[in-house]
């Protein structure tokens, strides 16, 4: 990774929930996707206290948050992966039961983070800090069923924005502005964008999704980010779709 960026830089929120020492693991080069799957996630199968909503909308916050901290991982996305559609291939976690299409010759990395369960990030090497994806998995309570638990899709995107903002302190912090929110394929998707004052603006995009696993609910949290300059063009169309094909298998 090029670069690394402070979480307090941007989301506030985050900045107490996250070590700058995150143990984030170095991928070893697999030519197996049964191995690569095996290895992505380090969580051990165990009974957890499920958090309440507010916990489970801080995870969500966090996971924005996560993937700038990465350090630089040691294999490419396609060595750990099965081709798919021309450019991209598609990355399947057995272990955590997901699948998403990255682009070709982009880094994978994996982690823990207070507070969330597992992480596992997508990168292209030469702007691995402004530009990636990642799915944060999150503990959640048994009372939380689906989605719609957390109200719909609408009323949850502003939730979490509006959670988010604080353009309007004084002086003013950081501004998050919701642009999109609807929901398909049994998943919320989400389109914000996040700014702090004096620095460029950050263009979020995201898939929300619940799933058992046989031990306690999980909310997967799917966060595409790039910044919005002149250069956007050049990753927002491959985060975008990768975002996109998220699915829960």
């Known amino acids: 990774m090029a670069a690394v960026t402070s979480t307090a830089s941007l989301c506030p929120a985050a900045a107490g929930g996250l070590s700058s020492s995150s143990p984030f693991?170095?991928?070893?080069?697999?030519?197996?996707?049964?191995?690569?799957?095996?290895?992505?996630?380090?969580?051990?199968?165990?009974?957890?206290?499920?958090?309440?909503?507010?916990?489970?909308?801080?995870?969500?916050?966090?996971?924005?948050?996560?993937?700038?901290?990465?350090?630089?991982?040691?294999?490419?996305?396609?060595?750990?992966?099965?081709?798919?559609?021309?450019?991209?291939?598609?990355?399947?976690?057995?272990?955590?039961?997901?699948?998403?299409?990255?682009?070709?010759?982009?880094?994978?990395?994996?982690?823990e983070a207070s507070g969330i369960k597992s992480v596992t990030a997508f990168y292209p090497e030469q702007a691995a800090a402004d530009s990636n994806v990642s799915v944060a998995i999150t503990g959640i309570g048994p009372d939380f069923t689906s989605?719609?638990?957390?109200?719909?899709?609408?009323?949850?995107?502003?939730?979490?924005?509006?959670?988010?903002?604080?353009?309007?302190?004084?002086?003013?912090?950081?501004?998050?502005?919701l642009i999109d929110s609807r929901a398909a394929n049994g998943l919320y998707y989400l389109e914000?964008?996040?700014?702090?004052?004096?620095?460029?603006?950050?263009?979020?995009?995201?898939?929300?999704?619940?799933?058992?696993?046989?031990?306690?609910?999980?909310l997967y949290t799917v966060t595409g980010q790039y910044i919005d300059d002149d250069d956007s063009e050049k990753y927002r169309p491959q985060i975008e779709k990768a975002v996109r094909s998220f699915r829960l298998t």
């Open 25 to 111: 693991s170095r991928k070893p080069s697999s030519k197996r996707l049964q191995q690569a799957a095996s290895t992505v996630c380090h969580c051990r199968p165990a009974r957890v206290e499920g958090l309440d909503r507010r916990d489970a909308l801080l995870g969500i916050v966090l996971s924005t948050a996560v993937a700038p901290l990465l350090a630089p991982a040691g294999a490419l996305a396609d060595e750990a992966t099965t081709e798919s559609q021309e450019g991209f291939t598609t990355y399947e976690d057995e272990a955590n039961k997901f699948s998403i299409q990255v682009p070709q010759g982009w880094l994978v990395g994996a982690g």
């Open 192 to 218: 914000y964008t996040l700014q702090n004052p004096g620095e460029r603006r950050r263009h979020i995009v995201s898939a929300i999704g619940m799933a058992f696993n046989g031990w306690y609910n999980r």
């Open 147 to 177: 989605l719609k638990s957390f109200g719909d899709v609408d009323a949850f995107a502003e939730g979490l924005v509006n959670g988010l903002d604080r353009s309007w302190q004084r002086p003013p912090g950081l501004a998050a502005k």
